[in-house]
């Protein structure tokens, strides 16, 4: 079980453009939510998917967006980046909307 | 709304040694969990104990316990006989409304 994969591990992006982060989900799970750790912060909730749809959403602006596909994979997309907007982007994926939350190992965006 | 609230930055214990970090929440609900989550260099976020607050019996995971005192909501971690590979930040966290609500973490450091 390759647990949470995500990728790429690492991204340096100029400000004003746009990015999409990608998340293999668990084996067996269905439900994938993203989270933003800014430097020496929790993480804080962005959104969930599950069945294909945003179930959830955190305090974020439009900008932020995302998509599950019918395999549960998702991506995170960010547009029009913000030099606030370099963190520690992580994927956690569980079985159903409550259930217990397996992270991967994250992506690290720096915006210049 | 949920909140979670860690007030030690940063802990520093040496090895072998006991080590207590402490976490504070707020909630109206009367049903949930707590966890403890582990963040080594390699950011990957690893459940380290969980808590159900209808159980009276405090949980414990190998050397990692939990001293939950639901009135008070508190909820705060032991580690016993430390070691070097237990250096990481340590989140609080609290699952409301199908996501993760972290405290601001505490950095544990092990001195040799």
């Known amino acids: 079980d390759a647990g949470v994969t995500q990728s790429p591990t690492h991204l340096i992006k100029t400000r004003g453009q746009q990015v999409t982060l990608r998340c293999s989900p668990k084996?067996?799970?269905?439900?994938v939510s993203w989270y933003q750790q800014a430097l020496g912060q929790g993480p804080q909730f962005i959104f969930q998917?599950?069945?294909?749809?945003?179930?959830q959403r955190g305090n974020f602006p439009d900008r932020f967006s995302g998509h599950q596909y019918p395999n549960y994979s998702s991506e995170l997309n960010v547009n029009a980046l913000l030099l606030g907007d370099s963190a520690l982007y992580l994927c956690?994926?569980?079985?159903?909307?409550?259930?217990?939350?397996?992270f991967g190992q994250g992506t690290r965006l720096t915006v210049v | 709304a949920q909140t979670v609230t860690q007030s030690q930055p940063e802990m520093s214990v040496q090895e072998a040694e006991t080590v207590t970090l402490s976490c504070t929440y707020d909630?109206?609900?009367?049903?949930?969990?707590l966890f403890w989550y582990k963040q080594p260099p390699s950011r990957q976020m690893i459940l380290v104990i969980r808590?159900?607050?209808?159980?009276?019996q405090n949980a414990t995971e190998n050397r990692f316990s939990v001293n939950f005192q639901k009135a008070a909501k508190s909820f705060s971690l032991k580690i016993s006989d430390s070691q070097l590979g237990d250096a990481a930040m340590y989140f609080c966290?609290?699952?409301?409304?199908?996501?993760?609500?972290f405290g601001q973490g505490t950095r544990l450091t092990i001195n040799p």
């Open positions: 956690a994926s569980s079985l159903g909307r409550v259930g217990e939350a397996f």
């Open positions: 084996s067996g799970h269905d439900t």
């Open positions: 998917y599950y069945e294909e749809e945003e179930r």
């Open positions: 909630t109206s609900e009367s049903d949930y969990y």
């Open positions: 808590q159900e607050a209808y159980k009276q």
């Open positions: 966290a609290f699952p409301g409304a199908q996501k993760l609500v």
